[in-house]
């Protein structure tokens, strides 16, 4: 099934269109968790790893019957190497096993054949020998534009291929986004909607029943004037949106990510829903994470 209409129904069924995004900072993991994996001893990058994958399946297991979707930011597991990314794979497997949709937040790109081959690692598979192996077992990836279409086809081509899906740069919530993005093109356009109208494009050939790209778009939600101007831009690309709770948006700046049947965007919380546990003193971190998104599903209800 097309990615665009196995996230609509899994938002559907979940009653909201919520992403936990997952980022684990090893100083802000419970001390229970970490004492449960290092039973008193040091911490090494096995052990890092361990402690990564338990916090993720916790969080998971609070969460799964709520949202549709988690986003594992990738940079906190790469950094610590092969462990770490171990801990990702893991994390993925097992969000996958309770239904959820994965996206892996690595910003990927390059020149054609490297891109290829980012393609091929995260939405795709690998021939080893006679057969064929999907590395990661994930259903989206966040990619970069800057490159231009040589960078974007190979992941169009996978997606299309193992009907996986995209989420373009295109306006990003941190506060220098405009730094670049909001520079003004010769045809008049600010560069990030300059480049909507390509994302725009690249996505025609994979549209779903509910109308929906596999091509989506990152629009932020710190930026809320210009998420209506690319709605308008984008009518078919769905929105992941970040900047949701610890960067300061609120429900009432998301209303324009969503069409008007009230489908389009994936509203991703990652800080305030996994650490949620450090502003509540009578809950364990699994419970603090579920009050949070079920106090963040009431509050996008207005939307």
């Known amino acids: 099934m097309n990615f665009a209409d196995r996230l609509i129904d899994q938002i559907n069924e979940k009653g909201a269109p919520i992403c936990v995004g997952i980022d684990p900072n090893l100083e802000r993991i419970p001390e229970s968790v970490i004492e449960q994996v290092t039973q008193g001893g040091e911490l090494d990058l096995p052990t890092i790893g361990t402690i990564f994958l338990e916090f993720g399946k916790g969080i998971i297991d609070a969460v799964a019957d709520l949202v549709p979707a988690v986003k594992l930011q990738m940079a906190y597991y790469e950094q610590y190497g092969v462990a770490g990314m171990y801990a990702f794979a893991q994390t993925c497997t097992y969000a996958k096993s309770k239904g959820l949709i994965v996206i892996a ?22 021939e080893i020998g006679d057969t064929q192996h999907s590395i990661y077992d994930i259903d989206a990836l966040t990619v970069t534009p800057y490159l231009g279409f040589d960078g974007i086809k190979p992941f169009i081509e996978e997606c299309e291929k193992h009907n996986k899906g995209i989420f373009i740069l295109v306006k990003t919530s941190n506060p220098s986004a405009g730094d670049f993005q909001d520079r003004v093109t010769d045809e008049g356009l600010r560069n990030f909607e300059y480049i909507a109208h390509f994302v725009e494009s690249w996505g025609a050939d994979v549209i779903g029943e509910h109308g929906f790209s596999s091509i989506g778009a990152v629009v932020g939600a710190t930026y809320p004037k210009d998420i209506a101007k690319l709605r308008k831009l984008m009518p078919t690309s769905f929105f992941l ?27 991703n919380a990652s800080r305030s829903i996994i650490y949620a546990y450090e502003d509540n003193d009578e809950l364990d971190y699994k419970e603090a994470a579920r009050a949070a998104v079920i106090e963040m599903r009431e509050e996008l209800k207005s939307v």
Do not use: M, W
């Not at 937040?105 to 995260?122: F, H, L, M, V």
């Open 105 to 126: 937040d690595g910003k990927r790109n390059d020149i054609g054949s490297t891109a290829e081959a980012y393609a091929k690692a995260y939405l795709g598979e690998v």
């Open 241 to 267: 949106v970040p900047g949701y709770g610890a960067q300061g948006a609120d429900a009432e700046d998301l209303k324009a990510a969503f069409g008007e049947d009230g489908i389009g965007a994936l509203i």
